[in-house]
């Protein structure tokens, strides 16, 4: 078992959860994730990035979207709780080097995906902008963190209730054309967020790059699940990647293979809300 | 108790067959097939053993087990004893008595073979270790006093298990670690539960832990640990590395990426180690197979167990597509016979050439061609041809490719002077199981490719003897 020590909710369904994972917390790199099983007997493997990892405390941080049953569930855990089974850390670690001016942009839940990596960068003395978007105020988190580790930091929602309104897109097309040199850009969120940014930036030759959510099971290259298509070929995100270059990826496969087990999802959604005790 | 019968008495008794559930029944459960002997039947077949002088039957055996002798024990009705005989040997016999393919090992070097039926050991083999079971007396051997020294198995399918078993009774501070959440390797992640129930692993597995073996899930070696931190941060004496040949092989043709193409890893791990296929209680999801046409490609064992999965979750079509003939089928012949039984369709000298599929991207169908034999290639079987202009094209739903596995790099890759052959298995002498790298060794089917249970348990015992003289000598 996998001791919770602290879980709080950053907007309505985000929550952000420390888990006692020592092994994990010391060999954890930006860019890696765990896997995690909420209950032993039934539970699913589901892949988290870990957001944050203190190797001496021996934690790890996880910032969880509540989309289905599985992350409804790990939601609901508290300080005190406990996961049953974390696995990590998974993927290869983001790359990091001095690359000059670098762009991180987080939608909804992925600028917490992203938010380790841009730390990372920062601290290889890149200049980092941030481009951070969400549908609403409520929904944009991690905005005190990103502002503490990026130069710049550029807050978006849909709806204008807070920061500019518009997309994270139309965002790092006004940089672009207003002439800021960007030698590299993370961009991390929804499958359209991503291949819209790899539509921006392509014409423009700026090395890309996105971190992948394809459906996993096992996380060590042994189910072929994770599997996408980068230039051609087939990769399997759990070991290859998460991250890959935006322009070789091929978002249409990626995302129809998410959707492949919907009426599984839908169902298991609508028995936990019905009956959430049973669960 | 009963007497030995004259020889002549003997060969007049027909081989005994297995009680098994109802094929139509059981093609719609996932129970187990095979219900076991009883004590009668059991004594029955033990009458058919010969007693051979050279007993044939334990040569044909990787591990040698003392078929003659515990045969002998059945005969008295002293099935405990029966079982601690074949413990000397095999540590795992309720396993090995369900998987072996017996027809190649011991029963195909059994005399009986010749004239008669072979006699069936592996089922006598089954009926002893559960009797044991039934009973709780395992007959769990004493532990030599501590020695001090530590080692870690990384993988805990049958060659981690045995190692660890063995060097325990050494006295030694043995760590199992496994990357998945379960302790067994493929006999939980592969092998499905109407062939071997879990509790049968969970049952050894107990046995293990009872007798001091510590088992450590969730830890991925080379990721959640390298191996130099094992061996000079946390003071492991030596490291047995079992990983498996887990690494799904595809086809790359066309159209793999649809929904509804599966590995057979992955397919079988979602079936069985997530429990898919109680679809009341899984979080797990597994593809719609109900009513639809669902065609494994390949002709194994994980074909087998995969297609009769499919039969189980409620596919109104199971195929079996192979590309050479039923005769170089590498399954159990016993597997075959079940999955024929049951309903499986077989499309023998059939290949996949290309996956189809819809708008959304979901598979619609499988481009097959037909195939034949030409003359024997490397490995003696008979090469598959294409037949010109014999392509057609079957509606399927689901897909699920089982033309085998190879070696998984994690460790590999994260271990310095761990050297490895061109496939990518780890390099090891075949005797002292030793690699290229001091205090590390290895074995089962990431030094071999992909084989058997109880090959993997012989390396394991091997690997067990020799790490316990590299850890009393310490000469590498
Ligand atoms: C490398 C990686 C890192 C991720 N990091 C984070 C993170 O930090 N925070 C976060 O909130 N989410 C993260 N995700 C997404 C998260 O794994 C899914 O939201 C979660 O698995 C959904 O499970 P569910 O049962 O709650 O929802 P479901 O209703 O079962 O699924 C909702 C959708 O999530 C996807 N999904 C379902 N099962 C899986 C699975 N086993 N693996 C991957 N995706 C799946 C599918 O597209 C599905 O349609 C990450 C995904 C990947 C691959
Ligand atoms: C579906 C299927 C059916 C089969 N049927 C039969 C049969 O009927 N009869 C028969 O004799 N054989 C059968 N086999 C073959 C047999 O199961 C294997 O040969 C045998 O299990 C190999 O044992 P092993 O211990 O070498 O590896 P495995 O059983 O593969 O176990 C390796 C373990 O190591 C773990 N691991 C991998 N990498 C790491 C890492 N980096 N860190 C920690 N842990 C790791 C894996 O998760 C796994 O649990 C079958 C195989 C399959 C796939
Ligand atoms: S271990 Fe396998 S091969 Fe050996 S006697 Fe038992 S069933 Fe036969
Ligand atoms: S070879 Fe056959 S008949 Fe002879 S001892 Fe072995 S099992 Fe008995
Ligand atoms: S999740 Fe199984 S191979 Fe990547
Ligand atoms: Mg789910």
Known sequence: MFPITEAK?????????????????????????????????????????????????????????????????????????????????????SEIEHFGTVVVVGGGVGTAIAYPTAVAMKAADNHVIGIVGARNKELLILEDEMRATTDELHLMTDDGSYGEQGFVTQKLQQLIDNGVTIDHVLAIGPIPMMKAIADVTKPHGIKTIVSLNPIMVDGTGMCGGCRVQVGGTSKFACVDGPEFDAHEVDFTILAQRNRMYRPHEQQAVADLEADPETQ | MADRLPPKERMKIPRQSMPEQDAEQRACNFEEVNLGLDSAIAEKEAQRCLTCADPKCSHGCPVGVQVREFVDFVLEGEYLKAAAKIREDNVLPAVTGRVCPQENQCEGACVLSKRFTSLAIGHLERFVADYERATGQVGLPQRAP????KVAIVGSGPAGLSCAGDLVLKGHDVTVMEALHEIGGVLVYGIPEFRLPKDIVKGEVENMRKMGVKFETNVVVGKTVTMDQLQNEEGFDAVFVATGAGLPKFMNLPGEHLGGVYSANEFLTRVNLMKAYDREHSDSPIYECRDRNVAVMGGGNTAMDAVRSALRLGAKNAYIVY??????????????????????????????????GNDEGYLTGVKLQKMELAEPDDSGRRRPVPVEGSEFVMPLDVAVIAIGTGANP??????????????????????????????????????????????????GRKAAKSIHEYLTTGEW
């Open chain 1, 9 to 93: 909710f950053l907007a309505p369904d985000v929550k952000r959860i420390c888990i006692e994972a020592p092994r994990v917390a010391r060999q954890r790199q930006a860019g890696q994730f765990v896997i995690v099983r909420v209950e032993a007997e039934h539970g699913e493997r589901v892949p988290l990035t870990i957001a944050d990892s203190d190797p001496d405390a021996g934690t790890i941080t996880i910032i969880v979207q509540g989309v289905g049953k599985t992350t409804k569930l790990i939601n609901m855990l508290e300080a005190g709780d406990a996961l049953a089974d974390v696995v990590g850390p998974l993927g290869e670690p």
């Open chain 2, 146 to 149: 501590a020695t001090g020294k």
């Open chain 2, 323 to 356: 590309r050479r003939s039923e005769e170089e089928m590498p399954a159990r012949a016993e597997e075959v016979h079940h999955a024929k039984d049951e309903g499986v369709q077989f499309l023998n000298l059939h290949n996949p050439v290309e996956f189809l």
């Open chain 2, 410 to 459: 994690l460790v590999q890759s994260t271990t310095p002077g761990l050297n490895t052959n061109k496939w990518g298995y780890i390099i090891a002498d075949e005797e002292s199981m030793r690699t290229t790298r001091e205090g590390v060794f290895a074995g089962g089917d990431i030094v071999s490719g992909a084989a058997t249970v109880i090959l993997a348990m012989g390396a």
